[in-house]
């Protein structure tokens, strides 16, 4: 059978994305391989209805929500390659098995890279976020430590977390980034800077204590916040040739268009900021009606 349209990746992008679609009568299947980027936290937060709940449970709910609609099919399978031939796209799964689709949307989502810092994993995810907008209120008021090691976007990072708590410390893991003037503006906030190197960050079950540094200082921090670098989860957009903009995500039209024909891709996949499970949701609703649009006008 050759589909309408092969999602990969059911995240919140792709899982509205599938909704808009089998809602459109359009014969659909979506692909996961179920390794969401925010799989390391407990609750999710911002999505109104859905405030606090647990990532899993979301999608469980989703899920639920898509099974009324027999035009979509679920594949728990991870898409290894999609080939493009005229018009259509092969689609193959690591389990062996192939799909036909007139239309592919890449919903396959982002991978944080954490810094190298002892102990860090333990604590991303439940003391530890990227994101004050998803979790600085689970951290307000609190004694936090802002790690960061770049230059460009160290002012505007520590300022955005500074709105949550007035206590920081900020850690630059041994690179000189601030300037003298930025240095005195934290002075006056009475934001402390450390250019010692971290040796080790401490806790228990994923509650950040203490934050030890190479030349044996220790400081006290409850939590805190860590800009991370991201990755593409899927090389599937570059093998197709989808142009990539300078932030490492697919440029895209306001309806998930790529720079592929046919090819359209949503969520973190386009490098959505900032990044938010209702924000990826809205780009794949707009992006499964940008296709339904497409194939309308092709087999009209
Ligand atoms: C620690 C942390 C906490 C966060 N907390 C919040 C929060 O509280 N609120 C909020 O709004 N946002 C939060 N976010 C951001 C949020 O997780 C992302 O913005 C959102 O998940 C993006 O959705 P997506 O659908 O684009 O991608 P994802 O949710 O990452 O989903 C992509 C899916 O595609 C699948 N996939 C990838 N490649 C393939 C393949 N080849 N074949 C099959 N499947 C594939 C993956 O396994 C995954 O299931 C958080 C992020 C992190 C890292």
Redesign the pocket.
């Known amino acids: 059978m050759l589909l309408d349209c092969a999602i990969?990746?059911?995240?919140?992008?792709?899982l509205n994305a599938a909704l808009v679609l089998a809602r459109a009568k359009k014969q659909i299947v979506l692909?996961?391989?179920?390794?969401?980027?925010?799989a390391?936290?407990h609750?999710?937060?911002?999505?109104i209805t859905r405030d606090g709940i647990r990532p899993s449970e979301f999608k469980r709910i989703a899920k639920e929500e898509l099974k009324k609609y027999p035009s979509l099919s679920i594949q728990e399978?991870?898409?290894?390659d999609i080939k493009k031939e005229n018009h259509s796209f092969t689609i193959q799964t690591s389990e062996g098995h192939s799909y036909r689709s007139k239309k592919v949307i890449l919903?396959?989502?982002?991978k944080?890279v954490l810094p190298s810092i002892e102990g860090i994993e333990q604590f991303?995810?439940t003391s530890l976020?990227?994101?004050p907008f998803?979790?600085g209120w689970e951290l307000r008021d609190r004694p936090l430590v802002v790690i960061i090691s770049e230059d460009e976007h160290a002012l505007h990072y520590t300022k955005m977390i500074f709105n949550w708590s007035q206590d920081l410390v900020v850690s630059t893991n041994g690179k000189k980034i601030f300037t003298d003037e930025q240095k005195a503006l934290f002075t006056k906030k009475n934001i402390k800077i450390i250019e010692e190197k971290i040796d080790s960050l401490q806790g228990e079950e994923g509650r950040l204590q203490k934050v030890r540094f190479k030349n044996g200082q220790e400081i006290l921090r409850e939590g805190g916040f860590v800009l991370t670098g991201q990755e593409q989860?899927?090389p599937?957009a570059e093998n197709l040739g989808c142009t990539m903009n300078k932030m490492g995500g697919f440029e895209v039209d306001r309806f998930g268009r790529t720079s592929v024909e046919g090819v359209y891709a949503?969520?973190?996949?386009t490098f959505?900021e900032p990044?938010?499970?209702?924000?990826?949701a809205a780009k794949?609703s707009m992006t499964a009606s940008g296709v339904v649009n497409d194939v309308i006008h092709e087999e009209f």
Do not use: K
């Open positions: 990969i990746g059911a995240g919140p992008a792709g692909f996961d391989e179920d390794q969401p980027r925010n390391v936290t609750e999710s937060h911002g999505f399978q991870r898409v290894i919903s396959t989502g982002l944080d991303y995810g976020f990227s994101c998803c979790d989860a899927s599937l949503c969520g973190d996949t959505t990044p938010q499970l209702i924000i990826a794949g």
